[in-house]
């Protein structure tokens, strides 16, 4: 079966920091595939790279099977990719149902009632229909983080990209957010979630890549990744020779 996502040998640097060194991977229909690394090695710099808010230096991104890599992030947002930010920031005097409903109407071809129809759908899948008609900046770090993922979902995407989405949330916000994450994975969605909580990353991917200094070092399935010497070394300092 044809990736959804596929990056071919993607490097970038801003002057002497390497972002991006020769990436390449692919994500499966419907795969769920989660990214760690340590701070700044690259990992939201490659979110960056596939919505095409940077352009590479080098390198090819294709979207089924069609290379992207000079569409601009508003045309790859229609072919399908979407994002959560790191830190959340929502139009605050615009109500929760205003902020998905931008989301719905410049992101995809859809009409004004079928993104109407669709932004409820969404705001009932993220837990958030209640709090639809208040604005986004009276909501807590929870809400935010949910009305981020109502967003991206509102642009119906076939990629949805997560970036730390459970940072800073308590573990039973985490936990309830990876029940919604499970959830959307249901509908056949393909992800791909950077998180530093592993265990939450862990109770949803099917596969795990680990980046350092922009360069994949290991890629694999998540439990035997979390085990392997390469994360071993730059988690825990432990050396190759032991
Ligand atoms: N536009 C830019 N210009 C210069 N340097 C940049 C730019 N964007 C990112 N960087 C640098 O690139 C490196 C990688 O940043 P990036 O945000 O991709 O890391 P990260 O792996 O997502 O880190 P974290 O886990 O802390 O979020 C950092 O050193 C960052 O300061």
Redesign the pocket.
Known sequence: MKPVLELQSVSKA??A?T?ADDLSYQLGSGEALGVI??????????F?LITGT?RSDRGTIYLNGQDVTRHSAAKRCRAGVARSF?IPQPFSRMTVFENTLVAATHGTQNTLAAANAHCLEVLELTGLIDRANDPAGKLTLLGRKRLELARALCARPQVLLL??IAGGLTEKECQDLVTTINTIRQTGLSIIW?E?IVHALLSVVDRLIV?DF?RKIADGDPKETMASQAVQEIYMGVDADG
């Open positions: 801003y002057g920091i972002v690394g340590p701070n700044g090695a690259g990992k939201t710099s490659m960056n940077v790191q970036d730390e950077i530093h980046i922009g």
